[in-house]
């Protein structure tokens, strides 16, 4: 599906912050991973994440920090420059998510393709399914830090986090 029809308006919703900087779930099964090369950024207070989409009681968060540092990381080990991650730029061929509760409860990635890298309509499609590889142990690791007033739009109806099966 492509994502712009999950997409919701912001403003309508709060930001969130990490409540500590901690160490992002990682996939210890991934090709990367095992070849010693690839960490997700770590989770750091400093970003504040946005919810930018809303499904079947679900909200994806996203960081344009957190995005920039992921862009960056993923170019380096592509052997290109992270410089390809700027505004100005097309970035990585996806922008990677946050699925959170109300509770500030995070439980997995989502990675959607980056319109601005993909030409025709059927590329921007993105799979809906959560990547909650790693541990996600210690929940909430996020707290509200802006338009708070908002987090009754998402508690209404928020899926609860599932249990990791990896």
Known sequence: MNDKYLRIESLDYPVFSMREDREAPINLNSRAMKAGRYRHPALLKKYKWEITHAFNGRYLAYSKGYDYQYCSARMLLDKNSPKRCADNYPGASYNIYLYINGGGEAYGFQFLRNPKRWLFP??????FYVQNYGDWSGQPWFE???RCEKLDNMKKNTEQPRPSTH
């Open 122 to 127: 059927s590329d921007k499609v993105s799979f």
């Open 144 to 146: 509200c830090v802006d």
